[in-house]
C-alpha cells in the first residue's frame, strides 16, 4: 500500500489528523494545489487517506484498507494576473556559485544531463543567483537576495561562493539597499533569502534592507520557522530571526502590491510561489522561482533532489509551462547562468512538450567576481 499523504499532514500538523476529519483534508489540498478557488468533498467513510494528488480536476482517495472512499476534490485555478501598474524591471545578478549536478537534476542520470551542462571535478555545476529589481517611480521592489556574505571560508569553498552580494548588485543600478521598499523572496531557502541579512557592526546580524518589509508566503515562514525541508541547514535562525518584524505573511494567491502578483508553485517546499509582474512594455515578467531553476529544467522529469514533493513538482511545472507559452510571458529563472531571460514555446517537434528560448538581446551580465571557480576549493 502507498504511503497515504494524510501521514505527511499530519507531521506537518501535529495535531491529531483524524479527530479533524475534512477540515485537514480541505487544509492539506489548499496547501498542495498551485491555485485553488474552489473545492467540493463527499465522504462516506472517515478518515479519508490521500494517495495521490493531481493540481485540478477530481480524483479518487483510498483509506488504509484499500476500499475506496467517495471522496473527491474539485481544485480550479483562477489564473490571477497582475493590474495595469507597470514596473521597469531590471534582472540583477546577487552571485554564483555550484551545487552537486546530480542533486539538482534528481533522477535524470548524469550521463544524460552531463551534456547539457558540464560539472567540475567535483560533480558541481555553475549555478546564479538571479534577481529582479522592481521599480514603478514611487517604490522599489526586490524579488529574492541571495546567498548573503554571513559564510565560513569552509563553507565558501563546497559551494564554491562567489565574493559578491545583493548589496553589490543593487549599487551597480544606483540603488542602495536601504532605498528598497519591499523585498518578495519567493521561498526561504538560503540561495533565496540568507541576503535579508548581514553582518553589521561587532559582527552583530542586522537586516541588510532595514526599511522594507519582507513579503513570503504564510505556509512558507511556517515551515522555515520549523526547519521543515529535506535539507538540515537551508532553513537559517541567521536570516529569519532578524526579520521576523518586518515579514507580511500571504495566504496563498493575492495581489502582493499594484502590479505584482504572487501564485503558489507547490513542489519545490510547501510555500514556494512565483512573481508575476506587470512590466513596463505591457506585458508579464514572471519568476518562477525554482520551480524551473535553470533552462535544462524545463524538461519535466527533471525536479531536484531538494524538492519536498517531487512528483506535484512536475505537475506543477506542466501547468504553468502551458500557461507560460499561451501568454507569451517573459521568464527570469533564478539559477541559470548563462540565459535566464527566456520564453516558453511549444516544441515544434513534440507539441506536448515545451522548450525555453533565449530573449534576444536580454541577458544578464555577470561581474568577473560572480563566476565562480572551476578548481576545487
Not at 27 to 37: C, D, E, G, K, P
Request: aromatic share 6%; hydrophobic share 35%.
Amino acid at each position: 500500500m502507498p504511503r497515504s499523504r494524510v501521514g505527511a499532514a499530519t507531521q506537518l500538523y501535529p495535531q491529531d489528523t483524524a479527530s479533524r476529519g475534512d477540515a485537514a483534508a480541505t487544509q492539506y489540498w489548499r496547501l498542495t494545489a498551485s491555485f485553488v478557488a474552489r473545492m467540493t468533498f463527499a465522504t462516506d467513510c472517515q478518515p479519508p487517506k490521500l494517495n495521490s494528488i493531481m493540481p485540478r480536476g477530481t480524483m479518487a482517495a483510498q483509506t488504509d484498507s484499500g476500499d475506496c472512499c467517495d471522496y473527491r476534490a474539485t481544485v480550479t485555478n483562477p489564473r490571477l494576473i497582475p493590474s495595469e501598474h507597470p514596473y521597469r524591471v531590471t534582472p540583477i545578478r546577487a552571485g554564483g556559485f555550484r551545487l552537486d549536478g546530480g542533486a539538482m537534476f534528481g533522477l535524470i542520470p548524469r550521463t544524460i544531463w552531463e551534456t547539457w551542462i558540464a560539472p567540475d571535478a567535483h560533480n558541481r555545476i555553475a549555478l546564479a543567483t538571479n534577481c529582479l529589481l522592481l521599480d514603478d517611480g514611487s517604490r522599489k521592489v526586490l524579488v529574492e537576495t541571495g546567498y548573503g556574505d554571513k559564510w565560513s571560508d569552509k563553507e565558501r569553498a563546497i559551494y564554491q561562493l562567489a565574493p559578491r552580494t545583493i548589496s553589490d548588485a543593487l549599487r551597480e543600478q544606483g540603488v542602495e539597499p536601504e532605498s528598497i521598499d519591499h523585498v518578495i523572496v519567493t521561498h526561504l531557502h538560503f540561495d533565496h533569502a540568507a541576503g535579508l541579512t548581514r553582518r553589521g557592526a561587532g559582527d552583530a546580524l542586522e537586516r541588510t534592507f532595514p526599511n522594507a518589509e519582507i513579503v513570503v508566503q504564510q505556509r512558507e515562514w511556517d515551515d522555515a520557522i520549523a526547519n521543515r525541508s529535506t535539507m538540515t541547514r537551508t532553513y537559517l535562525p541567521s536570516h529569519l530571526e532578524p526579520i521576523r518584524s518586518a515579514v507580511r505573511l500571504l495566504d496563498g494567491p493575492t495581489e502582493a502590491l499594484p502590479g505584482i502578483v504572487v501564485r503558489p508553485l507547490v513542489g519545490h517546499t510547501w510555500g514556494q510561489h512565483g512573481v508575476f509582474v506587470r512590466d513596463e512594455r505591457g506585458g508579464i515578467t514572471v519568476f518562477p522561482a525554482d520551480l524551473i531553476p535553470t533552462r535544462h529544467h524545463v524538461h519535466l522529469a527533471a525536479n531536484m533532489g531538494y524538492d519536498v514533493l517531487p512528483y506535484e513538482n512536475m505537475l506543477s511545472k506542466r501547468e504553468f509551462l502551458a500557461e507560460a507559452a499561451g501568454e507569451g510571458w517573459r521568464l527570469v529563472l533564478d539559477h541559470e547562468p548563462s540565459q535566464p531571460i527566456v520564453r516558453a514555446e511549444r516544441d515544434p517537434a513534440d507539441p506536448s512538450r515545451h522548450v525555453l528560448v533565449p530573449v534576444a538581446g536580454e541577458s544578464i551580465p555577470a561581474a568577473p567576481e560572480d563566476r565562480p571557480s572551476t578548481t576545487s576549493g
